[in-house]
Antibody, heavy 115, light 109 residues
Framework: EVQLVQSGAEVKKPGESLKISCKGSGYTFTNFWIGWVRQMPGKGLEWMGIMSPSDSETRYSPSFQGQVSISADKSISTAYLQWSSLKASDSAIYYC????????WGQGTLVTVSS | QSALTQPRSVSGSPGQSVTISCTGTSSDVGGYSYVSWYQQYPGKAPKLMIYDVNKRPSGVPDRFSGSKSGNTASLTISGLQAEDEADYYCCSYAGSSFVFGGGTKVTVL
């Protein structure tokens, strides 16, 4: 069974750094791109970026370029989304999603940034 | 890169058909045959319903169908059921990245 299991909810202060994870199982991790999607409270889905775990090629939405970093450790079938300095406006649920079709989604990670 | 345009809401009675439009540009919807549709219930992760404009993943009822004409893609739900009440999002490839629509709330009357 294909699964994407994300790390738990986070509460951070503005300016802090954060790295959340997404572990894939039930399939060959390097055969599918992994993407990240943001959903702010009560709002729609926003595509952030996507990465190929096999060669680390990464593409970002212009809205998120330079704001976040996507990476992966294929030895443990895990993708990451990272911030170096969080803002209150980064408070949202973040989903990882498999492939360019988005056929499997993680359960979401709630990130709360508040002073 | 602007979000694709969807109606905020559509509604229909059980058994009826509803169609959700998703309008983009020649740089996204009109330029590629890579439009997906997702269903999302409150508090839940989205679920893929249609990919590559009109393909249904295994397990998705054939009441759901997709199409595209020019810069506008559409999702049609035929024989509307109470369980179809949810938010629906389109998503298109936009040449090295993807873009979502703003989402449409489907209400079953």
């Amino acid at each position: 069974e294909v699964q994407l299991v994300q790390s738990g909810a986070e509460v951070k202060k503005p300016g802090e750094s954060l790295k959340i994870s997404c572990k894939g199982s039930g399939y060959t991790f390097t055969n599918f791109w992994i993407g990240w999607v943001r959903q702010m409270p009560g709002k729609g889905l926003e595509w952030m970026g996507i990465m190929s775990p096999s060669d680390s090629e990464t593409r970002y939405s212009p809205s998120f370029q330079g704001q976040v970093s996507i990476s992966a450790d294929k030895s443990i079938s895990t993708a990451y989304l990272q911030w170096s300095s969080l803002k209150a406006s980064d408070s949202a649920i973040y989903y990882c999603v498999r492939g360019d079709h988005g056929d499997y989604w993680g359960q979401g990670t709630l990130v709360t940034v508040s002073s | 890169q602007s979000a694709l345009t969807q109606p905020r809401s559509v509604s229909g009675s059980p058994g009826q058909s509803v169609t959700i439009s998703c309008t983009g540009t020649s740089s996204d919807v009109g330029g590629y045959s890579y439009v997906s549709w997702y269903q999302q219930y409150p508090g839940k992760a989205p679920k893929l319903m249609i990919y590559d404009v009109n393909k249904r993943p295994s397990g998705v009822p054939d009441r759901f169908s997709g199409s595209k004409s020019g810069n506008t893609a559409s999702l049609t739900i035929s024989g509307l059921q109470a369980e179809d009440e949810a938010d629906y999002y389109c998503c298109s490839y936009a040449g090295s990245s993807f873009v979502f629509g703003g989402g449409t709330k489907v209400t079953v009357l």
